[in-house]
Each structure stands twice: as structure tokens, then as C-alpha cells.
């Protein structure tokens, strides 16, 4: 006889942690379900940013407990006609605006059931305008983790029909010889996270980065391949190519920033 794994909720916002929100939201899904456990993937999405989210969703999904229930809001469109969607697929629950914020799921996971949110018995009575990952996706979730079926959050709607945005690419106009792309997002220590995927080109060659006015960043396999304070290129552990400084913030000291174009070209020093 097999055993189902208890429920875990994962929590992903551009909230941050100096106000309350997170607090209240977790305050509402204990309230309802008090021993189900939680998961911070990230309250720091950058405000508003959709595209980051749902990279993050697209390289964090294949870590979660099976059958976990995500809870996504990066939320611009909070208040207006847009509409609050949980999908069902062959492994997790996700809830989340019908931004595109679900885009990297629809790509990657099988789904099984998709619904817009609008019973609100399944919501708080009071409901603000402004704060629906507390008053919506908060008791929607804890609810689905005491065992209300999805299809009981709302009306079945077509899943071809929920929003979806581009996803950052890299891509090639020679064959592989040479790697075009942007700049994702900043991480905490200053690295700036590219959408050159790492398995799309050949490690065994010696390749450089170029973004900005920097044209020779080389790529290495550590940060300590570099001497202190000096620029490098390296797979992270996303698998896409991330640009840093040694012991430094690479944002500030190369002046780079998110959305800039990066290309990934192979150094005339290398030979076969």
C-alpha cells in the first residue's frame, strides 16, 4: 500500500521581509492548516518582474516534494480583471495571477486540471484590493492542503488560454560558434545571471563574455581561476552563465545591469 506524502506549501514573492505581508500570508495558511509545513523559495523577486519569477519557478520546480503547492505572486496587475488560476499537474499544485508568472510551468510539467479562483467561500470574507496573496492565494492553498478538491476553487478553464510570456533564450546565428543573450536578473552578491545556457555550447573549448564595454570576460570553471577582483564568467548553479567579480559585486563594478545584451564567442587563444 503506498503512503501520500503530506502536503508542503512553497512560497514565491516580490514581497521582501522588512513589512508584514509574508508574516500574514504564512498567518492565514497556519490558521487554516496548522500542520502543514512551509517553504521560502523567495520573498526577493525584484518588484514586479514576471520573467524573473518564472525563471525561478522554471529552475526551482525540480527540487520541490512531490505533490507541493506553490504559491507565486508577483502581482502587478493586482486588483484589475486579470484572473487568480490554480493548475493541477502530474506532480505539484500552483497558484499564482494570470500574468505569465506560470510560463516555465506550462512548458516543463504535465497539466492535469486548470481553474480560475472565484469561490469565495475558499477565500478571506474581507478581501482587499491590493493584497489578494493574503486574501486569495493564502486560503485558497491552505484549503487545498486539507483536501478540498481543485476543481472546487473555481470554473475549469482551458490552459492554452492563461497568459504566457517569452522566456529569456540564448541562440546562435554560426553554428554554434558563437552565443547571443541577455542579462536575467542580479543576485544577491552582485552576479549577474545570463541567459546563455551552458549545455547549448561546447565546455571543452575556451570561451569569453562580452556585455557592456567588456569584451574579453573569460569563462572559467571557479571563482578562483581569477585573481582577486578581477571579472569572470562560470556556470552557476542554474546552469546558465553567470558573470562575477572575484570577492566583488559584478553589477556595480562592471556596470552592468538586467536586460543588456551579453554574447558568448570563442577566444581567439584557443586552439582545437
Known sequence: MSIELPYVIVMMTDFGLNDPYVG?????????????????????????????????????????PERSIVISVVDPGVGSSRQ????????????????????????????????????????????SSTFHGRDVFSPAAAHLASGIPLREL??????????????????TCDNGQSWDGSIIYTDHFGNLVTSLDSKQFDARKQWVVQAGNHDRIPVVITYSDVPVQQPLACTGSSGMIEIAVRNGNASHTLGLKKGQPVKLTISSRYTP
Open 84 to 127: 487568480a488560476i490554480a493548475l493541477e499537474t502530474d506532480k505539484h499544485t500552483f497558484l499564482a495571477p494570470d500574468n505569465g508568472l506560470l510560463t516555465a510551468v506550462f512548458q516543463i510539467e504535465k497539466i492535469t486540471h486548470c481553474v480560475t479562483i472565484t469561490e469565495e467561500r475558499y477565500m478571506l470574507p474581507a478581501r
Open 154 to 171: 473555481g470554473k475549469t478553464i482551458d490552459p492554452a488560454d492563461c497568459i504566457k510570456i517569452p522566456m529569456p533564450e540564448c541562440h
Open 24 to 64: 500574514q500570508m504564512k498567518g492565514v495558511i497556519l490558521s487554516l492548516a496548522p500542520s502543514i509545513q512551509i517553504i521560502d523559495l523567495t520573498h526577493a523577486i525584484s518588484p514586479q518582474n514576471i520573467a524573473q519569477g518564472a525563471f525561478f519557478l522554471a529552475k526551482s520546480v525540480p527540487f520541490f
